[in-house]
């Protein structure tokens, strides 16, 4: 199993990105997939999660009107649209996948089986 998460990189303050994950090794079509982000010397956050079609997201207040998250079943590959990015978005950005069980908690880290590597975002001021 692997989740490889790109696109972080440094920008300015009101600037955009746009991260992406690809998987491989489980199948990928029928996982929740969400967003984590962990900032240094805090505790990892939610921050998105969509579920396995696609048809439904949901956002942290933080994110919320911000970012878009997204996913393509063909490619394997779930994307994170980060726009008008702000010093406080300033984190690790971690890509995890939630397995196909009866009750899906989208903000608890502790219910995702895979977790990608993480990507680095920093937004100067």
């Known amino acids: 199993v692997q989740l490889q998460a790109s696109g972080g990189g440094l920008v300015q303050a009101g600037d955009s990105l746009r991260l992406s994950c690809e998987a491989s090794g489980f199948t990928f079509s029928t996982y929740v997939m969400g967003w984590f982000r962990q900032a240094p010397g805090k505790d990892r956050e939610f921050v998105s999660a969509i579920t396995f079609r696609g048809g439904t997201a949901y956002y942290a207040d933080s994110v919320e009107g911000r970012f878009t998250m997204s996913r393509d079943n063909t490619k394997n590959t779930v994307y994170l649209q980060m726009n008008d990015l702000k010093p406080e978005d300033t984190a690790v950005y971690y890509c995890?996948?939630?397995?196909?069980?009866?009750?899906?908690?989208?903000?608890?880290?502790?219910?995702?089986?895979?977790w990608g590597q993480g990507t680095l975002v920093t937004v100067s001021s």
């Open positions: 995890a996948a939630y397995p196909p069980v009866d009750t899906i908690v989208v903000e608890v880290a502790s219910g995702y089986r895979y």
